[in-house]
């Protein structure tokens, strides 16, 4: 009898992820690189169990995209589901979700610095010191505390706020000395942790499944929550709460059916990007998002940055999830000025 094709699949998986550990002692660049360091960094998460994760790099200076740097760089595959990316501590650090680990590269060359492995499922990151960052993670219930010249874990900071409802961490923002961070999967809450005491000190209930959080240049903090997807759950959301006296300012309720992907800031703090198939921009005062600046039709847009020093706004589209995505690249009248193929869905955006 043969076998079925998933199983064959896992196979293949599972050597992959074998042979990966195996390399990681013995790394071999296939590709040397020296980049003028003027570039934008594109996580491609790739799909899940699949190992299939890559990073991308737009060289603006020459305005041409080079993808599977770190395969090419480092002769590995970069690992499974690319969460997010920080450049910090003359590094850019990769946290791999569904991989448990974070590698640091030097974001130059795109060699190899450093791995933490000691992790569950580590998804952002949020610098505290120049030798200190937190990660949180899906489902350890902690934030963990990183060195970030060991390459090690220092520490964990409890979300155990009493409860019966594990809280894990999400975005991570840092107000004043207060780190804050969304409760995302299977949960409302925002939490507010003292830095110097790294624990929780308070905590809101927001909209259900609040995935994203930012600051403006108000220091007022935006929620993108998931709503409850059934007919009869919350809808999405879009709230704007005032960390100090914790209350809720603005909001937006998205209409049934609505699945709204993201928000970001523009450079100036002064104004709101909203995925939500098209893409929006309204100002941090406005109580609705008016009408999009970017129609979505036959897209996926996925994330999207407004990079200051050209006023360009970047936007990834994931399309099917399965084949290569897109970078799009609008200059200041939101019109297309180029398209560049990615890895598979492209999502993190650091520069």
């Known amino acids: 009898?043969?076998?079925?094709?998933?199983?064959?699949?896992?196979?293949?998986?599972?050597?992959?992820?074998?042979?990966?550990?195996?390399?990681?002692?013995?790394?071999?660049?296939?590709?040397?690189?020296?980049?003028?360091g003027d570039g934008v960094f594109i996580a491609c998460e790739g799909n899940f169990m699949y190992g299939n994760a890559s990073l991308s790099y737009y060289d603006k200076s020459t305005g041409n995209l080079h993808n599977q740097i770190f395969l090419k760089a480092n002769g590995i595959p970069l690992g499974d589901v690319a969460q997010s990316l920080l450049?910090?501590?003359?590094?850019?650090?990769?946290?791999?979700?569904?991989?448990?680990?974070?590698?640091?590269?030097?974001?130059?060359?795109?060699?190899h610095k450093g791995i933490i492995k000691e992790l569950v499922s580590p998804r952002?990151?949020?610098?505290?010191?120049?030798?200190?960052?937190?990660?949180?993670?899906?489902?350890?219930?902690?934030?963990?505390?990183?060195?970030?010249?060991?390459?090690?874990?220092?520490?964990?900071?409890?979300?155990?706020?009493?409860?019966?409802?594990?809280?894990?961490?999400?975005q991570m923002l840092r107000y004043n000395n207060t780190v804050i961070t969304n409760c995302w999967s299977s949960d409302n809450t925002i939490l507010f942790i003292d830095i110097n005491e790294k624990k929780v000190t308070d905590s809101i209930k927001v909209r259900y499944q609040p995935k994203k959080i930012r600051l403006d240049k108000e220091g007022?903090?935006?929620?993108?929550?998931?709503g409850q997807y059934?007919?009869?759950g919350e809808k999405p959301a879009l709230q704007r709460i005032n960390p100090e006296d914790k209350t809720v300012e603005t909001s937006i309720v998205?209409?049934?059916?609505?699945?709204?992907?993201?928000?970001?800031?523009?450079?100036?703090?002064?104004?709101?990007?909203?995925i939500n198939n098209d893409i929006y921009k309204m100002g941090i005062e406005d109580q609705q998002t008016g009408a999009p600046i970017i129609e979505g039709t036959n897209h996926n847009y996925y994330n999207l940055t407004e990079i200051p020093s050209d006023g360009f706004l970047y936007v990834t589209d994931a399309k099917?999830?399965?084949?290569?995505?897109?970078?799009?690249?609008?200059?200041?009248?939101?019109?297309?000025?180029?398209?560049?193929?990615?890895?598979?869905i492209p999502s993190y955006i650091e520069h």
């Not at 007022?220 to 998931?226: A, E, F, T, Y």
């Open 220 to 226: 007022k903090m935006w929620v993108l929550s998931d």
């Open 87 to 111: 450049i910090h501590d003359s590094n850019l650090w990769i946290s791999l979700n569904n991989s448990g680990k974070i590698y640091a590269i030097d974001p130059q060359t795109f060699r």
């Open 320 to 344: 099917n999830y399965l084949d290569p995505g897109m970078l799009y690249i609008f200059n200041q009248n939101y019109s297309a000025i180029d398209s560049l193929e990615t890895g598979i």
């Open 124 to 170: 952002y990151m949020l610098p505290i010191s120049d030798d200190e960052i937190w990660v949180s993670d899906l489902y350890a219930g902690v934030i963990h505390v990183i060195n970030t010249k060991s390459y090690k874990t220092t520490g964990e900071i409890s979300l155990n706020t009493g409860g019966q409802i594990i809280h894990n961490a999400e």
């Open 230 to 232: 059934n007919s009869d």
């Open 1 to 36: 009898m043969k076998k079925s094709n998933k199983h064959i699949a896992f196979i293949l998986m599972a050597l992959l992820v074998f042979s990966t550990a195996c390399m990681e002692d013995d790394m071999q660049p296939v590709t040397a690189f020296d980049t003028s």
């Open 254 to 274: 998205f209409k049934s059916g609505d699945m709204p992907a993201n928000i970001r800031l523009n450079s100036e703090g002064d104004s709101l990007y909203i």
